[in-house]
């Protein structure tokens, strides 16, 4: 079976911090791909990074960087130097053949 | 530009009333999807399309019905809503089954009374 499981429910820090969001999955798939989702307070979906099965290369873009480790099975989504702006909920997702699979969200709060 | 448009964004109704919400993409995608967004569940995929006239159930599809006549329209239809079909309503769309990137709407919150 498939899942994704992002342990963190809310997290909050204070302007500048750094932060990491967790997110393990779970599939037997071998051919697979792994996404981040930003929900602002507005509540649309913002794509963020997607990450193919055969690419354990991480990625960084600008203050965010994500950690793709086949080995435990996660796909952790780095925010340097946080800011407000950054207060959002963001969702890991994993899709195997027709379907995605989301995490329960993890509630970001950045406090200036 | 491209992109998914989801109708009304917001929507009050009362139990047992239909209701439909429309979904529709202009970028040509055979594949689409309607998920519904609840605190601490995530996004479960109600029902999917993988193009005109071919239609699956998701995870949650009880309560929910969908038609794909169209490539561009995947409705979302609730024919007698109840309270616990209040939730945060998102379409997708992507090319095809197997394309990875997705498109959402930009959400509906239905409140069923």
């Known amino acids: 079976a498939q899942k994704v499981t992002q342990a963190q429910t809310e997290i909050s820090v204070v302007e500048k911090e750094d932060v990491t969001l967790d997110c393990v999955y779970e599939?037997?798939?071998?051919?697979?791909?792994l996404f981040w989702y930003k929900q602002p307070p507005s509540g649309e979906l913002v794509f963020l990074i997607r990450?193919?099965?055969?690419?354990?290369q991480n990625e960084i873009s600008g203050r965010y960087s994500w950690n793709f480790q086949k080995s435990t099975s996660s796909f952790n989504f780095t925010i340097t130097a946080s800011q407000v702006v950054d207060s959002a909920v963001y969702f890991c997702a994993l899709r195997t053949g027709n379907q995605f699979y989301f995490g329960t969200g993890t509630s970001l709060t950045v406090i200036p | 530009e491209a992109q998914v448009t989801q109708n009304p964004r917001y929507l009050i109704t009362v139990t047992g009333k239909k209701l439909t919400v429309t979904c529709s993409q202009n970028m040509n995608h055979e594949y689409m999807s309607w998920y519904r967004q609840d605190p601490g569940l995530g996004l479960r995929q109600i029902y999917y399309?993988?193009?005109?006239?071919?239609?699956d159930k998701g995870d949650v599809p009880e309560g929910y019905k969908v038609s794909r006549k169209e490539k561009r329209n995947f409705p979302l239809i609730l024919e007698s809503p109840s309270p616990n079909q209040t939730s945060l309503y998102f379409c997708?769309?992507?090319?095809?089954?197997?394309?990875?990137?997705?498109?959402f709407g930009q959400g509906t919150r239905l409140t069923v009374v």
């Open positions: 399309s993988m193009n005109v006239e071919v239609t």
């Open positions: 990450r193919n099965s055969f690419d354990e």
């Open positions: 997708a769309s992507r090319k095809t089954a197997t394309t990875s990137e997705a498109f």
């Open positions: 599939t037997r798939d071998t051919t697979y791909y």
